[in-house]
């Protein structure tokens, strides 16, 4: 029993992070169709980027811990959404028009550029976060030990989340994102800026993946170059496991995934644990193909 | 206009036939890579450029036929070249089993599918599945092939094996587009309802495409397993399923001449910016933004088909 | 004896009842109109007979067999063939492949004789071609075979739908506005057309916005309203039915 709440524990803490991860490919994919497979390096860059402000910086020791790191992340995030939007302008927006695959690849080309960026920048080595910025303290509840960093990244993932949904659904400009994934045709006709859209989606979706990136960084204490490609194949597989374009879809998606691995690593076997998240992806897409949350619309013929 | 293009293709073939007598050894293995990999971009150009299903795992199919091949090879000691058929049927049988549950899904619902079966195959291979793919360290001790008693060894014997099987590959794949069933594949990609509405049966058809395509990709595993005489799951991961979706997009989706220069350009770029070191993917990721950008149909897309309408017809003469 | 036989189809989207219940019989050899405001139900009626959408409720006979929900492919090539509302042609690839495709189901090579060109595979891929080129001569476009559809003129693009059509050898044609987009010369070329395929013996059911049209060519015309049947007849008991012109007055301006 406790093994498995410790499992579950950290299957949500991980899932968290994938859920963030997987708005950014699902808001993407909901206004423009397009898989953006370059947004696997924006978390990597988070996670360095989150390193190197750290250590200059020296956040934590003026400022305490919590505060510390609140402030670290709202930068990396800024950072991160500035990269993205400018990631949108180069690789993708000279592709509007384009065979839907040909923007694949271009994103593709995207995320090896900016994976050997990163290489080249901080060397191919593993770097290891300061251990000592979060106090390794264990909390008591439901009958066993948590960490903190789980416990606080599951909380500040579902904040942020919570809050994209109140932003998405509340809001005028939630609203226009909405309607231009429905329809950007008709979106245009009532007047919505569909371009605001685009860079309001390649801003916040980067944003949450750097704030992602920045927590991949603190809860394992260890990143390379090439951490992006795995997470991010892990996030896309959650957006499409909740219905690729559906927002809360890929929060679902993203915490069930989390937790079936961590079950699977737990229970079946370590070695199958990437076969066994993809085994549950298939098998849920076979008795629903459009995913979880994915709605099944008849095309109008 | 005929001539033309036969002294075209004449020329071509004493270059191809001639050119490793002229390059060492490293160059020859180089342009070996070429050939394989422009196989395999062909294999997947059915799949993805001929009917428009967003395949993303195709190395799993090559790796279903090249541990065929070395399974069967050392532990059964059937020459390598043999087992050939083989290899494309398994990988074929494997696509079958593999497709037939997820032919319905949409577009980007199959691509990650396509993904994850590439992963799963990739970590069964490392786990050492049923005893037989040697975990991580693979398999080793595949024999050299052996062609009318001549054992291949140098890159050079090699050339002549791959470039004999891609010109029967690219002769066949030909044959292919011009007939009932290739142009089935492109109306389906076209429009999808419209071909039903044109009494195609598409689920068969998407089927038949992956089986197709699988097939293909599992003879060029028998090849690469008999080139390398080693082999191990690490030659069969996404990243290598990425390439030969590149090579297929950037050349030229559903054109035979635009997938070979895809290869070239894939697998060949690379070496020639070996000086650059460690900035040659860097440079290499920012050639496929600007490729896409400024040709964004590929480099060769596909042409029209040509045809010859029947005596008496007017506009009769057909295409150039 | 019927050709074709509907009886109590019903399809709903969501809270939508897009065809309620509708019945109605198509005899051989006839032109049948099926006519009706915007947003009746014309148009999912045809994706029904054809299996594009799936029927909630209802029976579909053609030629006294069951065809309700069969897969697309297998009503065309039991003899049923259609347009699209909105022109849905291979835009990119030729007249004469957009004919070829409606040839296909008229042929049985396969991968193995695809890929190594038997002989069988060149009689019939020769066969094929003359057939497609007959096709695209019926509806006048042979001088346009080569041409990409994308290339052609609203017009010839529906007269090429047609030549797909007919490619498949139906004995039913089901025609979703063919005269949509169509100039005052096409149209009346369209008239003359539809009258050829009866000669050959294809039934045709269709769907049209210009009444004049439909009265000149329907034998038995069949209107819906709101997804039901409201009128069944031939053009001159149906120009005079009270509910008819009650149902088209509301909407005369949309047309
Ligand atoms: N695939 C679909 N999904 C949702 N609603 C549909 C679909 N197809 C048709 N409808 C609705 O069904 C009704 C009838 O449409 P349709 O058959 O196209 O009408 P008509 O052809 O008579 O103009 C309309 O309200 C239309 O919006
Ligand atoms: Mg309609």
Known sequence: MEQFLQQLTNGLAVGSIYALIALGYTMVYGVLKLINFAHSELVTLGAYLGLTLLTSLALADRLGPLLGVLLLAVMVMGLIAVVGAMLDRVAYRPLRQSPRLSAVVSALGASIFLQNTIMLIYGARYLNYPHDILPKMTIHMVGIDVPLVRILILCVSILMMGGLFFFIQKTKVGTAIRAAAIDQGAAKLVGIDVNLVVLLVFLVGPALGGAAGLMLGLYYGQINFAMGWSYGLKAFTAAILGGIGNIPGAMLGGLLLGVVEAMGATYISFAWKDAIAFLVLILILIVRPTGLLGERVAEKV | MIQYKTIALIITTGILAVLPQFLNPYWVDVLNNIGIYAILGLSLNIIVGHTGLFNLGHASFFAVGAYTAAILNTQYEIPVLWLIPVCGLSAGLFALIVARPIIHLRGDYLCIVTIGVNEIVRIALINNVFGLTGGSNGIFGIDRPNVFGMTLRTPMEFYYLILAFGAVTIFLFRQLEYSRFGRALNYLREDETAAQGSGINTAHYKLAAFVVGAVWAGMVGNIYAAKMTIISPESFTFWESVIIFVIVILGGSGSIPGVILGAVLVVGLPELFRDLANARMLVFGAAMVGMMIFRTQGLLPQRPRKYTLPQGRRNGEGGE | ?255
Not at chain 3, 112 to 138: C, D, N, V
Not at chain 3, 240 to 252: N, S
């Open chain 3, 1 to 255: 004896m019927k050709l074709l036989s509907v009886s109590r189809l019903t399809k709903s989207f969501g809270g939508l009842t897009a065809v309620n219940s509708v019945s109605f019989d198509v005899q051989p050899d006839t032109v049948v109109g099926l006519i009706g405001p915007n947003g009746a139900g014309k148009t999912t009626v045809f994706n029904l007979i054809t299996g594009i959408y799936r029927a909630d409720q209802g029976e579909i006979l053609f030629k006294d067999q069951s065809i309700v929900n069969f897969p697309t492919h297998r009503i065309i090539s039991q003899g049923i063939a259609r347009t699209f509302q909105t022109i849905r042609l291979f835009q990119n690839l030729s007249a004469l492949e957009n004919v070829l495709a409606g040839c296909h189901s008229q042929m049985k090579s396969g991968v193995l004789g695809s890929l190594f060109h038997t002989p069988r595979q060149r009689r019939e891929e020769k066969m094929a071609l003359e057939e497609a080129m007959e096709a695209l001569a019926f509806v006048g476009l042979d001088s346009n075979a080569l041409q990409m559809a994308r290339n052609l003129s609203y017009g010839k693009q529906r007269l090429l739908e047609i030549a797909r059509a007919l490619a498949t050898k139906p004995s039913l044609i089901i025609l979703d506005e063919p005269a949509g987009g169509m100039n005052e010369h096409e149209t009346w070329q369209l008239v003359a057309l539809i009258g050829k395929m009866k000669e050959r013996g294809i039934t045709v059911l269709l769907i049209e916005h210009d009444m004049s049209l439909v009265m000149r060519v329907c034998e038995n015309i069949v209107v819906l309203e709101y997804g039901s049947k409201i009128a069944e007849g031939p053009p001159q008991e149906i120009k005079t039915d009270p509910r008819v012109i009650q149902a088209y007055l509301g909407v005369e301006e949309d047309d």
